[in-house]
């Protein structure tokens, strides 16, 4: 099956609040918290479209990231209320890629990521095809 | 069995070295941040008493800690090089406890814990007792 | 000044939600996790006061920990949905103390902290009294 | 000023040791994890090369991360030795690209990243040029 393309959805949107954990000593978020952010706002959206990321560790099942491509673009400080925007850029037999968008309340980008998650079978730590029941439940929500 | 204390063994020493991703916006190290400094130095005792935590684990037996006891005494900063001193206090038919101490190059202390924690079977998360060769492998090295 | 005490308070309320980056290998939260859990809780407690912690950065005062009792009792897991619980059992001259409780939705206690915080003056590094208008705005809130 | 490019450099080796802290439900490190390994490697690079960065921090500059891609390829484990490889492809006015992978004892690749670093003046936190005794000690050293 080909990947779908799709640039008409709606991006999911998911809060997320500055706290101290987040920040280092420059002031500012420390670089690798923005990609917690983003994996916090990729399972809100998979929740949302039904599935249920502990469901599938029980099966062995979870989605990897294997690539990020992100640009940090300005630090986010203490006590920031942010929103996470997310669409899916592809859906293919084997991996999903998000496009994601770390903004401030006027619509700031602070930070932008390409995320290509894959799916694996966590016992033999082999990729899988994504289970055709959240593939429909993906696309059903688009 | 009755616990066993010993205070005359040698605290085992084990660097650490604060990079940006331990501090906050505070200027100093996250409190939590200690937590894992100690969680590091107990690993690290445990493996020169030849205990593999991964080992464990692949027999689903891990480590948890139960209790903690922590003064947050002097904030540690970026680059600082502190060593963590870690002792056995107490060890139980299944728990141990561990007295650690953050301490700097004049042996200032800037954090001490009092780290209590328990052998558990994560299949079923019960707690059970510390199997016989890992407090025979403790013991010969105090 | 005598400290004060209030028994009667109702605590405050604050959800979590368990995500990949909480947990570790052992298939629940790693253990210091739970401490940011329960700073959220508390700079949100603050939040509904009216005091906003990063206006008090920017004057270099910040509430730093200085002691913490904890009893972690059960492991969370990935998803879980979870409230933290917070009192002021202790408003100090310089120092004011939580009762902390993480709880799940049988009113189950996962984790129960003891947390003691100090004001500080960041730019010296020295213990202050809690601003009057800090005070002020918790007693009034309780 | 051009860009210098230099292959012959023998990469900057920098030892990581993988604890619970690193890793997730999954049975392997939480991806944002290996972002943290990756500035210990580049922050250790600077160190051997005499770059101090709480000195610059003093003065309030600090390398910031700008742009990174990276393949997660292969997870890595609890207990798991492995090696961070750094080199410096490119050295500009205001930024400098590094290219790291993790490798195990196998030298095999378990993460790559390309990572872009700007200087920032963090007091107006604004992009300024890479200080020129900076520059020259990271020259001598290559």
Redesign the interface.
């Known amino acids: 099956m080909a990947s779908e393309q799709n640039t008409e959805q709606q991006p999911f949107s998911w809060p997320v ?1 500055i ?3 987040d ?6 978020v ?4 923005y ?2 952010f983003f ?2 706002a990729r ?1 809100e959206m998979l929740r949302s479209c039904g599935i ?3 469901t599938l ?1 029980e099966d062995n099942v ?1 989605f ?9 673009i ?2 986010a ?3 920031d209320e942010l929103t996470v925007q997310t669409t899916i850029s592809q859906l293919g037999r084997a991996t999903i890629i998000f496009c994601q968008e770390l903004v401030n309340s006027d619509n700031t980008v602070l930070c932008r990521a390409s995320v290509k998650v894959g799916c694996v079978n ?1 016992t033999v ?1 082999r990729p899988i095809s994504i289970p055709q029941h959240i593939k429909a439940e993906i696309l059903r929500d688009r």
Request: neutral net charge; hydrophobic residues 30%; without cysteine.
């Open positions: 609040r706290y101290y954990e920040t280092d000593a420059g002031g500012v420390y670089h690798s918290n990609l917690k994996e916090r399972t249920n990321q502990n560790l979870a990897v990231v294997r690539h990020m491509d992100i640009d940090f300005r630090g400080r203490l006590d966590l730590m």
